[in-house]
């Protein structure tokens, strides 16, 4: 699992002294409430508060790369959860009524903070509107995390599923045919045994870039099974499909992927099939399009032998 | 004939549990979350003394299937067992003449090859019939191992092959959400609901001679698998052995008295050893009835009548009553494949 956390340790360590800090100056200066005036309600409403605070800054510590946005995520978060948890404090200690301090403390971090924070996310906006421009052709206008494919950078065969009911709810609507393209790699199999499962799983990575970059900008391309992808092209009759088609193979012909632990060249190549849909539900559709990869492949044989 | 239990420390860590220890952490598992509750370590498995028992490499198997949580998993891993690196057995196996002497090493060698889920062979005049019995007790991981088990062989005679076979392949189960991982692994030949998890292929490409096998290197290694096998002292897992015993004498009724006797132990003994093993007596005997009645039925055609007759029992009824109970459906909907 890809983690950021070495990254981030000199943040969290201020952070946290910070807080002690905080703590170490109301011990000095005041002294403890009695019991009985000590309110649940508020000491569970600003604990916790103060807990989420930093629940979120460390979920974001956890998922971030370091860089400008981070950066001012966790300082606005930081100070957000330093003026809650001297907040907290406040509910455990009296301090004299002379001090003001405390009431700084308490009362300057928040607005900060908030501040801070709003930069950061209108920043963060900006970046993933970046990302989305590089994230085209693998997914469309809807993303769910749980769709992600486990090895490729490409979403799963469910993700794909509820593409194809889109389109079909699109189709009754429009009356316009969509195709699908499902390219198989040749001798994968082989490939795995003779090289390891290793050299296996990167050449599925490369071939799903090569892929992404011979479609069109509308197109969507996921990872079906194992060697198996699909291409979703909306809006696009057989014949073009059928070019396209082509254009995959000829490309994964001349790609001269290099092997990692040599660094020698492996011949690849795919099969391809098409075929066009309108108003089918997403399984009949695999389920034609599984069966004319099936004749492809027998055809690609036929013709070897 | 001495036979493995669930908790007996009898599968060597470094054979199947290492090839699945690769495939998580190629996958970016942490070590210490996929052995939780397996009592192993790592370095354990490198120095290639540890056994593990078939529970706690379940367990493994478990882990593993939660952490990836793909439903490839189960196929990847079929891919990388077989013929493996199991000692003198995977070397016959990797030298293998041709599918009937692959399946007939397999079958002898299950306790080294496939300890879980153990492979049994039928056949009749037309096709061949490997199909699989869960030797320790899998319970939910069964689906699991019936993918992962038929991805096994079906990737080991197309490596040691050179082509695709056409094989059959029957699963016990529904279809699940992800038919598209089974096509693209297995093929389009794809029967759920099948009431056996089972591989079947015309019997023609039984000796169709394998380019890999050298036949010297194949003979002697099949020597040494014998000379090891010897020295283990185990053929199989609990309850294949009480499948195979029952199934010799299908045709005698049976109760959990008798075949305390055959095995040389107590009744009670018996029980607490199926129980241990996630089963009882009734469930054991009534899968091999019907197993056999779908021999029956499927390979040598025979009719409701007969197949009663051949099980005792004395009327159709009582017999359809039975099947009912074993299969969730009556005898006439079950067509042969072919």
Same mark, same amino acid.
């Given at each position: 699992? #890809?983690?950021?956390?070495?990254?981030?340790?000199?943040?969290?360590?201020?952070?946290?002294?910070?807080?002690?800090?905080?703590?170490?100056?109301?011990?000095?200066?005041?002294?403890?409430?009695?019991?009985?005036?000590?309110?649940?309600?508020?000491?569970?409403?600003?604990?916790?508060?103060?807990?989420?605070?930093?629940?979120?800054?460390?979920?974001?510590?956890?998922?971030?790369?370091?860089?400008?946005?981070?950066?001012?995520?966790?300082?606005?978060?930081?100070?957000?959860?330093?003026?809650?948890?001297?907040?907290?404090?406040?509910?455990?200690?009296?301090?004299?009524?002379?001090?003001?301090?405390?009431?700084?403390?308490?009362?300057?971090?928040?607005?900060?903070?908030?501040?801070?924070?709003?930069?950061?996310?209108?920043?963060?906006?900006?970046?993933?509107?970046?990302?989305?421009?590089?994230?085209?052709?693998?997914?469309?206008?809807?993303?769910?995390?749980?769709?992600?494919?486990?090895?490729?950078?490409?979403?799963?065969?469910?993700?794909?599923?509820?593409?194809?009911?889109?389109?079909?709810?699109?189709?009754?609507?429009?009356?316009?045919?969509?195709?699908?393209?499902?390219?198989?790699?040749?001798?994968?199999?082989?490939?795995?045994?003779?090289?390891?499962?290793?050299?296996?799983?990167?050449?599925?990575?490369?071939?799903?870039?090569?892929?992404?970059?011979?479609?069109?900008?509308?197109?969507?391309?996921?990872?079906?099974?194992?060697?198996?992808?699909?291409?979703?092209?909306?809006?696009?009759?057989?014949?073009?499909?059928?070019?396209?088609?082509?254009?995959?193979?000829?490309?994964?012909?001349?790609?001269?992927?290099?092997?990692?632990?040599?660094?020698?060249?492996?011949?690849?190549?795919?099969?391809?099939?098409?075929?066009?849909?309108?108003?089918?539900?997403?399984?009949?559709?695999?389920?034609?399009?599984?069966?004319?990869?099936?004749?492809?492949?027998?055809?690609?044989?036929?013709?070897? /032998? | 004939?001495?036979?493995?239990?669930?908790?007996?420390?009898?599968?060597?860590?470094?054979?199947?549990?290492?090839?699945?220890?690769?495939?998580?952490?190629?996958?970016?598992?942490?070590?210490?979350?996929?052995?939780?509750?397996?009592?192993?370590?790592?370095?354990?498995?490198?120095?290639?003394?540890?056994?593990?028992?078939?529970?706690?490499?379940?367990?493994?198997?478990?882990?593993?299937?939660?952490?990836?949580?793909?439903?490839?998993?189960?196929?990847?891993?079929?891919?990388?067992?077989?013929?493996?690196?199991?000692?003198?057995?995977?070397?016959?196996?990797?030298?293998?003449?041709?599918?009937?002497?692959?399946?007939?090493?397999?079958?002898?060698?299950?306790?080294?090859?496939?300890? #879980?889920?153990?492979?049994?062979?039928?056949?009749?005049?037309?096709?061949?019939?490997?199909?699989?019995?869960?030797?320790?007790?899998?319970?939910?991981?069964?689906?699991?191992?019936?993918?992962?088990?038929?991805?096994?062989?079906?990737?080991?005679?197309?490596?040691?092959?050179?082509?695709?076979?056409?094989?059959?392949?029957?699963?016990?189960?529904?279809?699940?959400?992800?038919?598209?991982?089974?096509?693209?692994?297995?093929?389009?030949?794809?029967?759920?609901?099948?009431?056996?998890?089972?591989?079947?292929?015309?019997?023609?490409?039984?000796?169709?001679?394998?380019?890999?096998?050298?036949?010297?290197?194949?003979?002697?290694?099949?020597?040494?698998?014998?000379?090891?096998?010897?020295?283990?002292?185990?053929?199989?897992?609990?309850?294949?052995?009480?499948?195979?015993?029952?199934?010799?004498?299908?045709?005698?009724?049976?109760?959990?008295?008798?075949?305390?006797?055959?095995?040389?132990?107590?009744?009670?003994?018996?029980?607490?050893?199926?129980?241990?093993?996630?089963?009882?007596?009734?469930?054991?005997?009534?899968?091999?009835?019907?197993?056999? /009645?779908?021999? #029956?039925?499927?390979?040598?055609?025979?009719?409701?009548?007969?197949?009663?007759?051949?099980?005792?029992?004395?009327?159709?009824?009582?017999?359809?009553?039975?099947?009912?109970?074993?299969?969730?459906?009556?005898?006439?909907?079950?067509?042969?494949?072919?």
């Amino acid at each position: 699992m #890809l983690s950021y956390w070495k990254f981030h340790r000199l943040k969290l360590l201020s952070i946290i002294t910070c807080a002690h800090a905080g703590l170490l100056s109301y011990l000095l200066a005041g002294a403890l409430k009695p019991l009985d005036e000590f309110v649940i309600l508020d000491i569970l409403g600003e604990g916790g508060s103060a807990m989420m605070a930093f629940i979120w800054i460390c979920l974001i510590l956890k998922s971030r790369p370091a860089g400008r946005v981070t950066t001012l995520l966790t300082a606005g978060l930081g100070c957000v959860f330093f003026s809650l948890w001297m907040d907290f404090l406040d509910e455990f200690m009296q301090l004299p009524e002379a001090l003001h301090w405390d009431h700084w403390l308490e009362s300057t971090p928040m607005p900060i903070g908030l501040l801070l924070l709003t930069i950061g996310l209108y920043h963060w906006h900006r970046e993933q509107l970046g990302l989305n421009q590089q994230m085209r052709k693998r997914e469309r206008l809807f993303r769910e995390h749980l769709h992600f494919d486990t090895l490729t950078p490409l979403s799963s065969a469910d993700y794909l599923k509820r593409q194809i009911e889109l389109e079909r709810k699109r189709y009754l609507e429009t009356q316009q045919t969509f195709s699908l393209i499902v390219v198989d790699m040749n001798d994968f199999a082989v490939l795995n045994r003779v090289h390891g499962h290793a050299e296996g799983d990167r050449v599925l990575q490369a071939v799903s870039q090569l892929l992404i970059m011979n479609l069109r900008q509308h197109d969507l391309l996921c990872r079906l099974a194992g060697d198996r992808f699909v291409a979703l092209l909306p809006n696009t009759g057989t014949f073009l499909a059928q070019t396209l088609a082509q254009e995959l193979e000829r490309a994964v012909r001349h790609f001269a992927y290099k092997s990692q632990s040599h660094g020698e060249t492996l011949t690849l190549s795919i099969t391809a099939a098409v075929c066009i849909a309108g108003d089918e539900s997403a399984e009949q559709v695999l389920e034609r399009l599984q069966s004319a990869l099936a004749q492809a492949k027998q055809d690609t044989l036929r013709r070897a /032998a | 004939m001495i036979w493995y239990e669930r908790d007996q420390r009898c599968i060597p860590a470094h054979h199947q549990p290492a090839c699945l220890i690769d495939l998580a952490l190629s996958r970016g598992i942490e070590q210490h979350r996929l052995m939780r509750g397996t009592g192993l370590f790592y370095d354990d498995v490198l120095a290639g003394q540890t056994r593990i028992s078939p529970e706690h490499f379940l367990r493994l198997l478990q882990n593993a299937e939660h952490l990836l949580s793909a439903p490839d998993t189960s196929f990847l891993l079929g891919q990388r067992l077989l013929p493996g690196h199991y000692g003198a057995a995977s070397l016959a196996l990797s030298h293998a003449a041709n599918l009937q002497e692959a399946l007939d090493l397999l079958v002898r060698h299950r306790a080294s090859l496939s300890p #879980l889920f153990a492979p049994r062979l039928v056949h009749d005049e037309q096709y061949l019939c490997l199909y699989w019995i869960d030797s320790c007790g899998a319970g939910t991981t069964r689906r699991f191992m019936a993918e992962t088990c038929q991805t096994t062989v079906a990737a080991m005679c197309r490596w040691l092959s050179g082509e695709h076979l056409p094989w059959h392949f029957l699963f016990s189960h529904a279809q699940p959400s992800y038919l598209e991982q089974y096509q693209a692994h297995l093929g389009n030949q794809l029967h759920f609901n099948a009431q056996i998890d089972a591989m079947i292929i015309a019997r023609e490409y039984l000796i169709k001679p394998w380019p890999r096998a050298q036949s010297t290197a194949g003979r002697i290694a099949q020597r040494d698998a014998l000379t090891e096998q010897a020295s283990q002292a185990m053929e199989q897992g609990f309850l294949e052995h009480i499948y195979a015993l029952l199934q010799a004498d299908a045709r005698q009724p049976a109760s959990l008295e008798s075949l305390a006797v055959q095995l040389g132990i107590s009744p009670s003994t018996l029980k607490r050893k199926l129980h241990k093993h996630g089963t009882h007596f009734q469930a054991v005997y009534d899968q091999v009835r019907k197993h056999v /009645a779908l021999y #029956l039925y499927w390979s040598r055609g025979l009719t409701n009548e007969e197949v009663a007759d051949y099980l005792g029992f004395h009327d159709t009824t009582n017999f359809r009553r039975a099947f009912k109970r074993w299969t969730g459906c009556v005898p006439s909907i079950l067509k042969p494949l072919a």
